[in-house]
């Protein structure tokens, strides 16, 4: 029988990420990031405006107040010596603190952006094939029905649910798998949410499938998620084997490099894994998301 990852693979080079799909992976983490700092942003005018209506009398009251020792440090250390552009300088230094948060939120933004790209693709499958689904909420612990208007849903997304005949399929990402004590990019279960629990998780019997995604595009850093993602899916199949058990391992990466891809394609062929794609080509996650919807 043909192996399901040379339905969309022909060789190792097409595991290699373009240039073309590098710089359009750049512009939309540019996007992303600009779009996640719209808030702060918008706080920092809010701010502007409000400072500059401050008087002498009150910034002398803010010194005197209760206030916290941070706060009046910034008061002596950099907003007087600014002198008549103090509002400057107090935007600055909000812009500069607030930007250490952002920074911490958008550490694994390529992972966040490749998990949207994926559940998309997933949910366009199954629209297209008339199925319906459930779906679990990153904020929430019940599952909710398939919206009609489901736009901007895998933004909030952590679970998928479909059924395959007339058996049940849960998606859950991020999930930390008991047996192995470390996180899993993607879990598929055999079992309706209704039966999803602790007790599902530490049951090896009920994994149908089990993944790594890296949505990372800079290529300088392509070699290590390569590297943390083989080592997850040696550890992966260590465990499972413990229980004489093999669920379908696969890998999809936004930056593959051409060693990588060699790498990759060598497990495809000796059978360490079931499937992998190019997170940056269409057909390519098609293919996957197709092949995952019907296991």
Request: hydrophobic share 40%.
């Amino acid at each position: 029988m043909k192996k399901v990852y040379l339905q969309h693979l022909a060789s190792s080079k097409d595991l290699e990420t373009t240039y073309e799909a590098i710089r359009a992976g750049f512009v939309a983490l540019a996007l992303e990031k600009n779009r996640r700092a719209t808030p702060f942003v918008a706080q920092a005018r809010a701010l502007k405006v409000t400072a500059a209506g401050v008087s002498d009398k009150a910034a002398n009251h803010l010194q005197d107040s209760d206030r916290q020792e941070a706060i009046l440090g910034l008061i002596r250390n950099f907003l007087e010596p600014a002198g008549t552009n103090f509002v400057e300088e107090l935007v600055f230094r909000f812009l500069l603190t607030r930007g250490d948060t952002l920074g911490g939120s958008m550490r694994n933004i390529g992972g966040f952006m490749a998990q949207c790209k994926l559940t998309r693709s997933l949910i366009a499958h199954l629209r297209n094939a008339g199925k319906s689904y459930r779906w679990l909420p990153s904020d929430a612990t019940e599952w909710a029905s398939m919206p009609e208007d489901d736009a901007d849903i895998e933004l909030h997304l952590r679970g998928l649910n479909w059924r395959v005949g007339s058996n049940s399929r849960t998606l859950i990402y991020n999930l930390t798998v008991p047996f192995l004590r470390n996180n899993v990019d993607m879990c598929l279960f055999n079992c309706a949410t209704e039966a999803l629990s602790k007790d599902t998780y530490k049951s090896a019997s009920s994994y149908i499938a089990v993944g790594e995604l890296k949505g990372g595009i800079d290529p300088a850093g392509a070699d290590e998620h390569w590297k943390t993602a083989r080592t997850a899916l040696g550890r992966i199949h260590s465990a499972f084997a413990k229980h004489n058990l093999k669920p379908k391992t696969f890998f999809i990466g936004a930056a593959i490099e051409a060693k990588m891809a060699t790498e990759i394609w060598a497990m495809l062929q000796g059978g360490e894994l079931d499937n992998a794609a190019n997170l940056t080509e269409d057909d390519q996650i098609t293919a996957i998301t197709n092949w995952l919807c019907s296991l």
